[in-house]
């Protein structure tokens, strides 16, 4: 039979297998510490004999220290060093030293030494001491400076000094060059890392300094530049040399963009055609360049980025040449011409079409820049208007906009500009299918079309109901496609046109009430039913109180034309299906609302009506059954209507203002009781009784009276009855509480009066014997206070 031992016994036998098992991993784990230990020591000289150590003795100490730099990295930075040294010292040699020697033997000195340095890395490669070959390799380059400049201190002191610079740095570049080329041909040596790369860094100055030597202008010295960028780009697609390949990049790009850059500046800076001819010529010049590495760019990102580069010099030289042969506002278009003729001029790989569609849209993006404060003091600026309500009528359109903005100069030409690339968006949607692109290039021809029609009157000076009708019939051709880009396109430009016809009372009233009526229409067709809907019920606002105004109202009395809006709004959300329909209306009816309190709030008594409207419309709202807690709000806002009512009416009676809202939270806790007989009747009928009972406690302590406090006194007993009655802790704590409160506050002047007449003696005894009785009699009270707060929790 099996023996199945008990959990106690079980439990023994898992501890003495785990004890073991971490024994044993205890072993294991000092075996192979001491294993690595072993190996580290034999790595770093010849092996020992070592006695195996026994299991369980403790394992031999691991070194603590590990280098933190190899071999090669020490040697490199050593020869670094020595290097930098050296070279300073010939510097000091040379500039400050022996100077008893005169320049002419310092020279002789440091030709020797450099002739001696330069022919050191030849035994070194021979010996494959690479690293250090290169080291006195760059110490001879430095000598070669060195030297050069120690030559036209000797033999040419009067000599030009940019002329002899550009003689130096040309020859430098020859020599150094060469002289990495003749040690990379020596029989079983490879070649050398610096020579090479430093002579193209030096040969950047020659052309320049030659073209500053011969007394050249700008555009001479950019034209050397650029033939030094082209010079550069050659060697970078050329070079087999992997050292030199990179260097050449950069110089490339670093000397083509200041050529680039100069020539911009002088297009930009041409005041006549001749000088924007000239540089129009040094920017094809950087533009053939550009496209000659773009056929034989090994990448298709570099491909791209040069045919890019070029593209934008072409737009910049043949657009500046435009520039300066037109009017200044038309500078713009010109641009835009030039790079929008780039998609269609080109014909070619796949990479040259990419880059010259690139440049094209930068072109386009910075005439869209350029235009974007015009446009934005057309859309911003007629908001000054609402601080000039019908003060008259401005004389054109950019007046009305611009009242209180600055116009930009030669924004005539922004629509054209706007409409010109919106074509170009268009038309590229209309050639792309079934792809992500096509609804944003839509979206934003449909935006740039917009941006222009809003500018065109103002930048046109219209005259100013000229523009009211170009926003008008904008406003009416966004609203006619159910697209969310168009709607809300239509409510940028209804805002704009409701502020700027706040110019002239007739104005404010023809298009108020065309963008109330428009705005419905839109929404009962189904045009972006939540927008349009909450737009409409805006404007019919602000009509109303244009309305009113016009008529000569008063603000209290304009609000009650106000709360038609709200009403409307109460009505049009009970008959939508839509959820989002229904909240958008239902917000705005409220905001309406508020604009309506807002206005009467300086005259009480309509303050009063006016809430009591606005009670009614939410008690209204509060029928449908998805709206029940409006009931919540309509109770609210009849209790502020009576408030108001009664503060109209000058009455100061708190229990009036009390009273009211002490009523609706009893129905309200009434009825919550009914529905969840388990509610807490603090949670049901503390707040309404607290209402009313504290503050009348709090005056009835002020009050000379005896009304108040028999009135209260009578209330508290009744609600202390019915809580004792019903076992309810509200009605009997409240009640109790505050009947005790109020019997003290009668009883305080006869107590007053009795402490009066007892002797002095008579106090401590009473209270001695108080202490007394309540010691005798502790237990019982105890347990008389346990039943009274058994009772209590039993209670609801």
């Not at 450099?114 to 110490?139: I, N, Q, W």
């Not at 002899?164 to 040596?189: E, H, I, K, R």
């Not at 002579?199 to 530049?225: K, N, R, S, Y």
């Not at 074509?423 to 934003?444: E, I, M, Y």
Request: proline fraction near 7%.
């Amino acid at each position: 039979m099996t023996h199945i031992p008990s959990p106690a016994d079980e439990l023994r036998l898992l501890d003495a297998e785990l004890w073991q098992l971490d024994a044993r991993r205890a072993q294991l784990l000092t075996r192979r510490a001491w294993l690595v230990a072993a190996l580290q020591r034999s790595s770093a000289g010849p092996a020992q004999p070592t006695a195996p150590v026994p299991p369980g003795s403790p394992a031999p100490p691991v070194p603590a220290f590990r280098p933190e730099a190899t071999a090669p990295g020490v040697q490199n930075a050593l020869l670094l060093l020595g290097g930098v040294l050296l070279t300073v010292a010939a510097m000091v040699f040379t500039l400050v030293s022996w100077g008893h020697l005169g320049i002419v033997g310092r020279s002789a000195v440091l030709g020797a030494v450099t002739l001696a340095v330069l022919c050191a890395p030849v035994p070194l490669l021979r010996r494959r001491l690479r690293s250090t070959a290169e080291a006195v390799a760059g110490l001879g380059l430095a000598l070669t400076s060195l030297d050069a400049y120690a030559l036209y201190e000797a033999a040419f002191p009067a000599a030009d000094g940019t002329t002899y610079a550009a003689v130096a740095f040309t020859a430098l570049a020859a020599l150094w060059a060469l002289y990495g080329t003749a040690l990379a041909a020596l029989p079983g040596s490879a070649a050398l890392r610096l020579p090479r790369p430093a002579a193209l860094t030096v040969a950047q100055f020659a052309l320049p300094l030659w073209a500053v030597a011969a007394d050249g202008g700008p555009h001479t010295i950019t034209v050397a530049v650029l033939l030094t960028a082209a010079f550069d780009a050659a060697v970078a697609l050329r070079a087999a040399e992997r050292t030199v390949r990179p260097v050449a990049v950069v110089c490339a790009a670093g000397t083509g963009g200041w050529g680039v850059l100069t020539a911009g500046l002088l297009s930009v800076d041409a005041a006549g055609p001749g000088a924007a001819a000239r540089a129009a010529a040094l920017l094809a010049l950087a533009a053939a360049i550009a496209l000659g590495v773009t056929r034989s760019a090994p990448g298709a990102g570099l491909a791209t980025g040069t045919a890019t580069a070029g593209a934008l010099c072409a737009v910049v030289g043949l657009g500046g040449v435009l520039r300066v042969s037109l009017p200044g506002e038309w500078a713009a278009p010109a641009y835009l011409v030039c790079g929008i003729a780039l998609l269609a001029a080109v014909r070619g790989p796949q990479a040259l079409r990419r880059g010259f569609a690139l440049a094209s849209g930068v072109v386009q993006a910075g005439a869209v820049l350029w235009s974007a404060p015009a446009v934005a003091v057309a859309l911003l600026g007629p908001t000054a208007w609402l601080g000039r309500v019908w003060s008259g009528v401005p004389a054109d359109a950019r007046a009305a906009v611009a009242t209180d903005a600055f116009w930009p100069p030669h924004a005539v030409t922004v629509p054209l500009v706007l409409l010109a690339v919106a074509a170009v968006a268009a038309v590229t949607a209309s050639a792309v299918r079934g792809d992500a692109w096509r609804p944003r290039a839509l979206t934003g021809a449909l935006t740039l079309t917009w941006a222009a029609v809003l500018v065109t009157p103002a930048a046109l000076q219209l005259p100013y109901a000229v523009g009211l009708s170009v926003q008008s019939l904008l406003t009416l051709a966004l609203l006619a496609p159910a697209s969310r880009t168009a709607t809300a396109l239509a409510l940028g430009s209804s805002l704009g046109l409701a502020l700027l016809s706040l110019a002239a009372e007739p104005a404010t009233l023809t298009v108020l009430g065309a963008l109330t009526a428009v705005c419905a229409a839109a929404a009962w067709r189904g045009r972006s039913t939540p927008v349009s809907a909450a737009a409409a019920l805006g404007y019919a606002t602000a009509l109303a109180c244009a309305a009113g105004a016009a008529a000569g109202w008063r603000p209290e009395h304009v609000a009650l034309l106000v709360l038609l809006v709200p009403a409307a709004a109460a009505l049009v959300a009970a008959r939508t299906g839509d959820t989002a329909t229904t909240l958008a209306v239902e917000a705005t009816g409220g905001v309406a609302g508020l604009v309506a309190i807002g206005l009467a709030v300086l005259d009480l008594p309509v303050l009063a009506l006016v809430l009591s409207l606005c009670a009614v419309i939410a008690a209204g709202t509060a029928v449908r059954p998805d709206r029940r807690f409006a009931a919540h709000a309509a109770a609210v806002l009849f209790l502020l209507a009576s408030w108001v009512r009664l503060a109209a009416w000058r009455v100061d009676m708190p229990e009036a203002y009390t009273l009211p809202a002490t009523l609706l939270a009893l129905v309200v806790g009434v009825q919550r009781r009914r529905k969840d007989p388990h509610t807490s009747s603090w949670t049901a009928y503390g707040p309404g009784l607290a209402a009313t009972l504290v503050p009348s406690l709090a005056v009835t302590w002020y009050d000379p009276a005896w009304t108040r406090p028999l009135l209260l006194g009578a209330t508290a007993l009744a609600l202390t009855l019915l809580g004792a009655r019903h076992r309810l802790q509200a009605p009997l704590v409240l009640g109790g509480s505050v009947l005790t409160l109020d019997a003290l506050h009668q009883l305080a002047p006869y107590i007053a009066q009795v402490g009066d007449a007892l002797p002095r003696w008579a106090p401590p005894a009473l209270a001695g014997l108080l202490l007394l009785v309540l010691g005798a009699t502790y237990e019982q009270r105890l347990r008389d206070v346990r039943r009274v707060r058994e009772v209590l929790d039993r209670m609801r």
